[in-house]
C-alpha cells in the first residue's frame, strides 16, 4: 500500500508561481511512475502531468506545456510541479498519483493509475 500526501496549494495572482509536493510512503516509490492531476468545481478529473519511475519520460496536458514542470526526487519519495506563469483557469483540486504497473512511459490515462493522494487546492485569482 503507498499513501501520498499532496502539500503546497494555496492562493496565488495570476502570473503567480505555486510548487506542489507530494510525499509517498513505502520503499518501492522509485518504481512508480508518477502523475499530477487536477479536477475544477463542476468539472471533470483531467491529466496535468506525469514522470515515468526514471524521470525520463515525462508528459504534459497542451494547457500547462512551457508552464510547468514536473520532477521528482527518489531519495526523498517526493514528486513536484513547479507551476509558473498561473492563470485562472488553473484553479482546481490538484492529486497525486502513483502507477506501480513497471513501466517506462509517464502515462497520462487516469485509470492507469493505483493510488491517489487527498489533493491540495489551488486558487488563482485574476
Known amino acids: 500500500q503507498v499513501q501520498l500526501v499532496e502539500s503546497g496549494g494555496g492562493l496565488v495572482q495570476a502570473g503567480g508561481s505555486l510548487r506542489l509536493s507530494c510525499a509517498a510512503s513505502?520503499?518501492?516509490?522509485?518504481?512508480?511512475?508518477m502523475g499530477w492531476f487536477r479536477q475544477a468545481p463542476g468539472k471533470e478529473r483531467e491529466f496535468v502531468a506525469a514522470?515515468?519511475?526514471?524521470?525520463?519520460?515525462?508528459s504534459y496536458a497542451d494547457s500547462v506545456k512551457g508552464r510547468f514542470t514536473i520532477s521528482r526526487d527518489n531519495s526523498k519519495n517526493t514528486v513536484y510541479l513547479q507551476m509558473n506563469s498561473l492563470k485562472p483557469e488553473d484553479t482546481a483540486l490538484y492529486y497525486c498519483?502513483?502507477?506501480?504497473?513497471?513501466?517506462?512511459?509517464?502515462?497520462?490515462?487516469?485509470?492507469?493509475?493505483?493510488?491517489w493522494g487527498q489533493g491540495t487546492q489551488v486558487t488563482v485569482s485574476s
Open positions: 513505502g520503499r518501492t516509490f522509485s518504481t512508480y511512475s
Open positions: 498519483a502513483a502507477d506501480e504497473t513497471p513501466s517506462t512511459v509517464a502515462r497520462t490515462r487516469g485509470d492507469a493509475y493505483d493510488y
Open positions: 514522470i515515468s519511475w526514471s524521470g525520463r519520460s515525462v
